[in-house]
């Protein structure tokens, strides 16, 4: 008996087959193939040869490898039985169900009375296919490991990419070259983390970020995962995500993993990237009112800290509006007693001393500014220096002698009495006070990996989301420790960084754009001598660096000089001009003839207008600037092309580019086949130049 199934979106093609009614493999991943395929060849055609010291027949590098059947890499499940002996099933096909764009597949093994479920759904717009796998089991087993559907990677690869980073240093992208074995990452820190954003892109040879094919991957999990990307003995790769082993901590009879997101490219990592970016933010975030622009935020952290006083914040929030921001975010350090990092955690009720009328006066004034209130919490945490810990020490998750994590614990979040008592507290906060906004942080690792942790907080902020469905949540973990598609799917924008760095903040959100678009990513302007690096930066640079995801400030405004004050106010009314289409455009990682340049281009829906950044990270090698190819452009299109910030050229740009005088018409062909030649300029600046299609 032969089986085969074929999914399509118009850009990509995956085809699964089987023989005797086993597990399917993904015999074909790519692009488009045509509507005349006859799967059937296409399955034999697959087939490997055998030679000297294999088996007779090659295992199946199936959607789940199993074991028992001499498969030579990593199994896609691990088990136990109630008694703790090893399960070693042998799925048999049970039922196929067909939707439109849409797959699902079911296995059992009657022996080991377990079910195996694959559910596959494509999306012809966005081109992300999602998929995830389901084990059932007639009496409750103990999980290892279990992966979502296993794909094979392409052969034509020299190297994979995928993601670490650190606190104020996220989405570092880590390339390494494939060889025999496996590349494993293994987030066991129970949130998505700085260090292990759940992402992999394996491009073909030669792929850059305008040009060739890749695949990428996403889980979308934010309890910590495991990926696995192995070259098998006959050369064959494949790759695993899942939760990390050994999270589920107590037998069941119903695992399934998170949904795992895959795309395939044939316009360079940027294929992959805007699929990510498109998918993530129609289909995944849940905007409360979607037709409402972005609003500029304004967040009071780096202005005061810990130290609230009701008439300096009430200045500061006069002063933010008159730059432009539309959104005010109280931060830490309103409630309990909280005067510094040590103390009052999970004591959610309004500091009397600092607001002796509540936080009514200081709302009242906000709104008076037209501007929308905002609040912090970090609901997840408790400090042991709390009312609530006194009181219910049993409450945190993790021994007695843990490791604290800026002197807190995290909350056992599988407790319904620990959601219900965060439920009351931050409904009451939310039902007294007009707030449209809450900043959602987690500081802290857990002190062990655990799935019903990650549920716990899943279902606290969806019970609190269907109460409060105004409300949009900003996911932060001192930074970006918490973003994926899981906690996205719940929340409405991310912290990506604590770094306010301009130039840190340019490389790292150039590189969260492979999976994030511009409407989600928070970006914010910070303070002149920056507090995380040292650095002093022009606030030209920073408001530009900012002006390119969803804008923000966080300095104090008292800090500002008329010029910065100007300069702040002109990009950011730049950037509600723009932002109805900016917010909506695809994001195009340029290919950089200068690697002292980060630049990119974001591109609107319909093609009529895009802008360029090109952030000049760092001293060029060579004299003077290299042209900049654009991409995603028609060809046979004019395009006219105008550098908006020219005035910022400094003397030392001697010259006359023809940009430094004026607009230019250029066809797409030359704007993509030999690129913009900008003027000469200092580093840690940005030129932005705007296309409008004639
Ligand atoms: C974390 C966040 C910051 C700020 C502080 C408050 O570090 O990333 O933006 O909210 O917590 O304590």
Redesign the pocket.
């Known amino acids: 008996m032969i089986q085969e199934w074929r999914l399509d979106d118009g850009q990509q093609t995956l085809v699964l087959a089987a023989r005797r009614g086993r597990l399917p493999e993904c015999v074909y991943w790519g692009a488009a193939l045509p509507a005349r395929e006859d799967l059937g060849t296409l399955l034999a055609a697959h087939g490997i040869d055998v030679t000297g010291g294999m088996l007779d027949e090659n295992p199946d590098l199936s959607l789940c490898p199993e074991a028992v059947r001499s498969f030579p890499g990593q199994p896609g499940l691990i088990l136990r039985d109630t008694d703790s002996t090893p399960l070693l099933p042998k799925f048999c096909f049970a039922e196929a169900r067909e939707e439109d764009h849409a797959l699902y597949l079911t296995y059992r093994d009657d022996d080991a009375r377990l079910g195996l479920t694959f559910g596959f759904v494509a999306d012809p717009e966005t081109h992300v296919i999602t998929c995830d796998t389901t084990l059932t089991a007639d009496r409750p087993v103990h999980l290892h490991w279990l992966a979502a559907p296993v794909l094979p990677a392409p052969q034509l690869s020299d190297e994979m990419i995928d993601v670490s980073g650190r606190w104020c240093g996220e989405f570092q992208l880590a390339r390494t070259p494939w060889s025999a074995g496996m590349r494993y990452r293994e987030n066991r820190t129970g949130r998505t983390g700085h260090e292990h954003f759940p992402g992999l892109i394996i491009p073909t040879r030669g792929t850059t970020n305008c040009s060739g094919e890749a695949y990428a991957f996403h889980y979308g999990w934010s309890g910590g995962h495991r990926m696995l990307a192995e070259e098998l003995p006959d050369g064959r790769r494949q790759v695993q995500f899942g939760h990390a082993a050994r999270m589920e901590t107590a037998p069941g009879t119903e695992f399934r993993t998170a949904p795992l997101y895959i795309t395939y490219s044939n316009a360079g990592l940027n294929g992959c990237a805007v699929a990510f970016q498109r998918h993530t933010r129609d289909r995944i975030v849940q905007m409360p009112r979607p037709d409402r622009p972005r609003p500029v935020h304004y967040?009071c952290?780096e202005a005061v800290y810990f130290d609230h006083k009701l008439p300096v914040l009430q200045d500061i929030a006069t002063r933010a509006a008159a730059l432009g921001a539309e959104r005010f975010v109280l931060?830490?350090?309103w409630f309990g007693t909280r005067d510094d990092?040590t103390r009052s955690l999970s004591d959610w009720t309004v500091d009397p001393r600092k607001y002796p009328d509540g936080l009514t006066p200081l709302i009242d004034h906000v709104h008076s500014l037209g501007m929308s209130f905002g609040l912090?919490f970090?609901p997840e945490m408790i400090n042991p220096d709390s009312d609530i810990h006194r009181a219910h020490p049993d409450w945190a998750l993790g021994s007695e002698d843990q490791t604290l994590g800026r002197q807190q614990k995290a909350l056992n979040m599988a407790l319904p009495e620990v959601r219900d008592f965060l439920y009351d507290r931050m409904s009451a906060i939310l039902s007294a006070h007009a707030i449209d906004y809450i900043?959602w942080?987690h500081?802290r690792v857990l002190p062990m990996p655990d799935a019903a942790q990650t549920r716990g907080s899943y279902a606290l902020i969806d019970r609190l989301r269907a109460d409060f469905p105004l409300v949009e949540i900003e996911s932060?973990?001192?930074?970006g420790g918490r973003i994926d598609l899981g906690i996205l799917r719940r929340t409405h924008r991310v912290?990506l960084s604590?770094s306010n760095d301009a130039l840190e903040r340019l490389r790292i959100q150039h590189d969260a754009a492979l999976f994030l678009p511009a409407s989600v990513t928070g970006s914010h302007v910070g303070p002149r001598h920056c507090h995380t690096s040292g650095r002093v930066i022009d606030i030209s640079m920073r408001a530009w660096v900012a002006a390119q995801r969803h804008m923000g400030f966080e300095m104090d405004p008292r800090e500002l000089t008329d010029h910065e004050a100007a300069v702040l106010t002109e990009v950011t009314g730049w950037w509600k001009a723009n932002r109805g289409w900016m917010m909506r455009a695809d994001i195009l990682r340029l290919d950089s003839a200068d690697p002292a340049v980060i630049a990119e281009q974001q591109l609107a829906r319909d093609g009529s207008r895009f802008v360029t950044f090109a952030g000049k990270a760092a001293t060029s090698a060579q004299i003077a600037p290299r042209p900049l190819r654009l991409t995603g452009l028609d060809p046979a299109a004019t395009y006219r092309v105008d550098l908006i910030n020219r005035a910022t050229a400094p003397n030392l740009s001697r010259g006359k580019p023809a940009l430094k005088q004026g607009p230019l018409v250029l066809s797409g062909a030359y704007l993509m086949g030999h690129g913009v030649t900008l003027p000469w300029h200092f580093p840690e600046t940005m030129w932005v130049l705007e296309g409008t299609r004639l």
């Open positions: 967040n952290w931060d830490d350090g990092d912090w970090e900043k942080d500081n932060c973990a001192s930074g912290w604590d």
